[in-house]
């Protein structure tokens, strides 16, 4: 018992390091580009990591978490200090699983389908809300990962912007695994000139707020090449542990 609240007081130390360190580099990176550390939303990817340990960063001054799968996002629900952050969806959802979280998500940031649209269209209209959106572009252009090609994301714009019921926020990214950061930055400008291409087009129901790109090991690089949301998790909990691997 003892030495399992070290543990965990141990845990929670090393996230408040880390949390405190991640924000002086989100500044130093949103002040480098050109803008103020306020202009750049710092989200907590928050998968295998447990709500204590989540509220806690919270407490430190988080205010955005994102999971990626639905059955944990579920799970954990009714244990997240939602006061004081806001839950996001950011991983692969399946349409069939859609009506299990529009009620309890701000924005889904992984929308690659006209179908999928559609049902959370659905879903959003039978509870009178509307839900915000990000289109997932599959920048690296690799087989079997979600996200809509970089150039089919115009039609698939067009296709979803009248769709009552969703509001197309911004795009999210997640670029190729690589060691090389030049590579990784490459996918960001690329990212980056998309995002600036749309929002020159000024479409009726869609606005570019949001430019969702850059994890762990690269934030940094992906707020200098244009992203005003990272998505940061191991760099904050920690090395994931998964249960089921
Ligand atoms: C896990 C995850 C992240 C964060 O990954 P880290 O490398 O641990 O920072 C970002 N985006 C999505 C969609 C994720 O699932």
Not at 31 to 43: A, M
Not at 106 to 117: E, N
Not at 152 to 166: F, H
């Amino acid at each position: 018992m003892e030495s399992l609240s070290n543990e965990l007081s141990e845990k929670l130390k090393n996230v408040e390091y880390n949390y405190k360190a991640i924000e002086n580099n989100i500044n130093e990176a949103a002040v480098k580009s050109g803008r103020k550390r306020e202009d750049i939303i710092f989200l907590a990817a928050t998968k295998t990591v447990e709500p204590k340990v989540i509220n806690h960063a919270v407490s430190c001054g988080l205010k955005y978490i994102g999971e990626n799968k639905v059955q944990e996002l579920l799970s954990k629900y009714d244990e997240y200090d939602l006061e004081n952050c806001d839950l996001q969806f950011i991983g692969h959802l399946q349409t069939n699983k859609v009506r299990q979280i529009v009620d309890k998500v701000s924005l889904i940031q992984s929308v690659d389908s006209v179908k999928l649209a559609g049902e959370i269209a659905r879903q959003a209209k039978l509870r009178n809300k509307i839900m915000d959106i990000l289109v997932e572009v599959n920048i690296g252009k690799e087989a079997n990962k979600s996200g809509v090609l970089p150039e089919q994301l115009d039609e698939l714009l067009c296709s979803i912007k009248d769709i009552d019921g969703i509001s197309v926020k911004g795009l999210m990214a997640i670029p190729p695994i690589c060691d090389d950061k030049s590579l990784i930055c490459k996918y960001f400008e690329n990212m980056h000139r998309l995002f600036i291409d749309i929002s020159a087009k000024k479409l009726d129901n869609i606005s570019m707020d949001y430019l969702s790109m850059g994890m762990s090991d690269d934030y940094c690089e992906a707020i200098m090449f244009g992203a005003n949301m990272v998505r940061v998790g191991s760099a904050l909990f920690g090395k994931r542990i998964y249960a089921d691997r």
